[in-house]
């Protein structure tokens, strides 16, 4: 497959890089030291799952005069969405799916409003992996990926990606019900970004305090309300199942936004708490936990060069 990742981040660089290992045709869209040590030397992945490896991979700075690809994996942070999705434009097909890996819940309607509907597929992966430095992945812990059409279809465009990841050694699952793991992920997601951001510690650190804990939970039960709100078939013990697999997760576990705000780079805090601060507004849903999140990091979320 031709498959073109737009961020070369921990989760477009490590996904992009296990594709390109197996012999996917993989295109890696980057920028300034991290595009030049990839052309240079390849793009190293230290995992500690995995151990050691380097992928050569097609990096190039935009996507113009590229062939047409058959897939495209969307990266990049929520903040870049709109600009990143105008960029994918000259390798889009009439079908060519772009898979969001991104944290939150609102990147499709963006995918589909800038390219045309039946674009947007939607993905959710499960990892931690960050930028150590140009050209260097870090990657922690998990490694998966869950897919699938919005409308519940299995298509044959999904299941040639998914086919394409299992060969790659990627744990991934075809969804015939990805809106609801979508926010599954995000009641998770907002919850660990939001309190290991706020608190600067780690997971462990938060199970061991009541009151932090306490407002963990309270996290993820607003975003399920929001979630209901939507129309989102949610478990009816959804908050419960999340709150498990907090407490299962590795103790040293942060977030990406947790390790943004310790680099001094931009936050995710738009299309995580502010976005669930906006929607319960517009449907009269109560959000004083995630409201209390968007508050405290507004000082943060341009990071040290805003």
Same mark, same amino acid.
């Given at each position: ?145 869950? #897919? &699938? !059409?919005?409308? +519940?279809?299995? @298509? %044959? ?6 086919? =394409? $990841? ?112 906006? #929607? &319960? !507004?517009?449907? +009269?849903?109560? @959000? %004083? ?6 508050? =405290? $990091? ?9």
């Amino acid at each position: 497959m031709r498959i073109a990742i737009m961020g070369a981040g921990g989760v477009g660089g490590y996904f992009g890089a296990k594709l390109a290992r197996a012999g996917q045709a993989v295109t890696m869209v980057a920028r300034g030291a991290h595009l030049e040590a990839i052309r240079r030397d390849g793009l190293r992945i230290r995992s500690a799952v995995e151990g050691e490896f380097v992928a050569r991979v097609d990096a190039v700075a935009d996507l113009r005069g590229q062939a047409p690809a058959d897939a495209i994996v969307l990266a990049v942070k929520g903040f870049d969405t709109e600009a990143a999705v105008e960029q994918l434009r000259p390798v889009v097909g009439p079908d060519t799916p772009v898979l969001s890996l991104q944290n939150g819940v609102s990147s499709a309607e963006v995918i589909d409003r800038q390219l045309g509907p039946g674009h947007a597929m939607g993905g959710a992966a499960y990892i931690f992996a960050f930028l150590e430095s140009p050209g260097v992945i870090d990657h922690r812990l998990l490694g998966r990926i869950a #897919l &699938g !059409e919005l409308d +519940g279809r299995i @298509t %044959p465009r999904a299941q040639v990606l998914r086919d =394409a $990841l299992a060969g790659a050694g990627i744990p991934v699952e075809l969804s015939t019900s990805m809106r609801r793991v979508l926010w599954e992920k995000y009641l998770l997601i907002g919850a660990q970004a939001g309190m290991t951001a706020l608190t600067r510690c780690s997971i462990g650190v938060l199970r061991e305090i009541p009151e932090c804990w306490r407002m963990y939970r309270a996290l993820v039960a607003e975003l399920a309300g929001l979630g209901r709100a939507e129309g989102v078939d949610l478990a009816p013990d959804a908050v419960d199942q999340l709150m498990k697999a907090a407490a299962a997760l590795a103790p040293e576990a942060t977030s990406s936004m947790a390790h943004d705000l310790a680099a001094g780079r931009r936050l995710e805090l738009e299309s995580l708490h502010g976005y669930a601060v906006r #929607l &319960g !507004e517009r449907h +009269g849903v109560a @959000t %004083p936990a995630n409201f209390a999140v968007y508050a =405290a $990091l507004q000082p943060h979320v341009a990071g040290r060069r805003g």
